[in-house]
Nanobody
Framework: QVQLVESGGGLVQPGGSLRLSCAAS???????MGWYRQAPGKQRELVAH???????KYAESVKGRFTISRDNAKNLVYLQMNSLKPEDTGVYYC???????????WGQGTQVTVSS
């Protein structure tokens, strides 16, 4: 079973930037990867997704501000977050999609707080 470890979260001011990293214990080259976030009392929502060939999708709320990328040689996925807003606050989770329908692995999450 793959392990995913997120890092890079923290407290930032509105308008600031942060880069999250997701380190996988094994190869991710054939897997789609994603970043989700969850605020207290809210559903976990997909914010960014990247396929094995590099095609990306974003939630409307983060388009133009967030960028997901991957480095397959290092088993790493990144989420660059710019122009951060208070509503971006939440726990951010990295995910790896398996080849079987519905198969997904999660990291432990990293807290992002946007506040002045």
């Amino acid at each position: 079973q793959v392990q995913l470890v997120e890092s890079g979260g923290g407290l930032v001011q509105p308008g600031g930037s942060l880069r999250l990293s997701c380190a996988a214990s094994g190869s991710i080259s054939i897997n789609a990867m994603g970043w989700y976030r969850q605020a207290p009392g809210k559903q976990r929502e997909l914010v960014a997704h990247i396929t094995s060939v590099g095609s990306t999708k974003y939630a409307e709320s983060v388009k133009g501000r967030f960028t997901i990328s991957r480095d397959n040689a290092k088993n790493l996925v990144y989420l660059q977050m710019n122009s951060l807003k208070p509503e971006d606050t939440g726990v951010y989770y990295c995910s790896r999609e398996g080849l079987r329908d519905g198969q997904i692995a999660w990291g432990q999450g990293t807290q992002v707080t946007v506040s002045s």
